[in-house]
């Protein structure tokens, strides 16, 4: 039975990727590691936690050496998966050190502890020798890359180029890692995907951002004029190229992931828009869920293009994202399964009926965050 220790799983893409573990392989022990920021949430994997035999929450703080090294003592694991960091890039611009101290120093608190708990020895040149079958992945981004022009696609022989507080920290994560790989052959892989999209995510980012706004029938904000290009991937199939990783990639290589969807974010909108519009006109019952008055919620024609409204750009806003997949497909045969058109309207329908998730975020401090930001 494999132990696997999955940080920020309390967050967007950890949730899933545990959710999608327990499917993947019934037997495993999954340890949860999370601090709880405003972007952690229990609720997201409060299924899980109910299986006390195969599941158990730890609420630590990968800075927290001390905390860390005791659960690695107690659960002993042989997997460590490490999605714990701060992700939004506007928070980052307006606040950097925690992105520094969260997504730098947590990861080498987790490579200290992982060198603690998996060297067996040394040889006689002095490297660690290594505990069979251990593994490290390190969760990065398309955004260490930087940002693209109208052609090319990031492959993972390009220089790191990050452009944001955000992307700067993960990208020092990379690099960090990739140092223990050469120093302490410590069995380490990293990926980095494009913009997922699909089930717990919080409202501070575009997608469920849009749909929490149009339920209440306000502004869409879109940054400059929309033109920014995102290339997105339903987050399952996020977590089904990690874990190929994590099992058949090779140490201390990038596997970048994404599946060759691209759309900037106005023609992004544009579709979220006239999926809430149809789901609301085919299914009545959706329409119950609109924080507007009667004539509003009877007539839908509303939900329309008219509530974009674009607003100061951000700073040093990346123009484009885009992945070449192929090393990841060639290597290991992984590509996306879930067509965009489906996915929108899967991950529509999740927020809409997942509206008490959605509204323990969004009626507590998150009100604060929006009227800072917009
Ligand atoms: P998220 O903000 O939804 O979740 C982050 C989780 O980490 C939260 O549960 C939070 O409580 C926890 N956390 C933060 N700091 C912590 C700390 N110091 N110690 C312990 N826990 C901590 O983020 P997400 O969108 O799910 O992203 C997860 C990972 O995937 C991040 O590393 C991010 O850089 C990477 N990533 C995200 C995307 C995307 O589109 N969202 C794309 C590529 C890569
Ligand atoms: O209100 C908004 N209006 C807007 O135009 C918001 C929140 C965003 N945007 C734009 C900025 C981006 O071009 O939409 C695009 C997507 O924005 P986000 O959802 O904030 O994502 P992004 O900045 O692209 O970063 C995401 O993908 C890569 C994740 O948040 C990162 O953690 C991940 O590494």
Redesign the pocket.
């Known amino acids: 039975m494999n132990t696997y220790l999955v940080t920020g799983a309390a967050g967007f893409i950890g949730a899933n990727f545990v959710h999608y573990l327990r499917e993947a392989e019934p037997d495993a022990f999954i340890v949860v590691v999370d601090s709880l920021t405003y972007a952690g949430n229990l609720a997201s994997i409060a299924d899980l936690m109910e299986d006390t035999a195969r599941f158990a929450f730890c609420k630590a703080d990968i800075c927290d050496a001390e905390a860390i090294s005791n659960i690695f003592d107690k659960y002993q694991p042989t997997f460590v998966v490490n999605f714990a960091?701060e992700?939004?890039?506007?928070r980052s611009i307006e606040d950097p050190q925690i992105f520094i101290k969260s997504n730098i120093l947590g990861v080498q608190v987790l490579l200290d502890a992982v060198r603690k708990a998996w060297v067996v020895a040394k040889d006689d040149k002095g490297y660690p020798i290594w505990k069979e079958g251990c593994r490290y992945l390190q969760v990065s981004?398309?955004?260490v890359y930087g940002s693209l022009g109208k052609e090319g696609f990031f492959t993972e022989d390009m220089p790191l180029k990050p452009r944001s507080p955000?992307?700067a920290a993960?990208s020092s994560a990379d690099l960090i890692t990739l140092a223990s790989v050469e120093t302490f052959h410590l069995p380490a892989v990293i990926t980095r995907?494009?913009?997922?999209y699909g089930p717990y995510q919080f409202p501070?980012?575009?997608?469920p951002?849009?749909l929490n706004n149009i339920l209440q029938s306000k502004p869409l904000?879109?940054?400059?004029d929309?033109s920014?290009v995102?290339d997105w991937l339903y987050v399952e199939d996020h977590c089904r190229a990690i874990y190929k990783v994590l099992h058949g990639g090779r140490v201390g290589e990038a596997y970048n992931i994404g599946g060759h969807n691209e759309y900037s974010?106005l023609e992004l909108v544009k579709i979220i828009l006239r999926t809430v519009r149809q789901l609301m006109e085919e299914e009545p019952k959706y329409r119950e869920l609109l924080r507007v008055e009667e004539a509003k919620r009877a007539d839908v024609s509303w939900i329309s293009e008219g509530l974009i409204t674009f607003?100061k750009d951000?700073l040093g806003?990346?123009a484009r994202?885009a992945i070449d997949p192929s090393k990841i497909h060639g290597e290991l045969g992984w590509q996306p399964t879930t067509k965009f058109p489906q996915g929108i309207v899967k991950t529509v329908r999740w927020y809409l009926e997942h509206q008490d998730w959605v509204k323990d975020i969004v009626e507590g401090d998150y009100q604060n965050y929006y009227s800072k930001?917009?």
């Open positions: 960091a992700s939004h890039v506007d981004t398309d955004e955000y992307s993960k995907c494009s913009n997922n501070e980012k575009l997608i951002l849009v904000p879109i940054y400059g929309g920014n995102r974010n607003v951000r806003h990346d994202y930001m917009y």
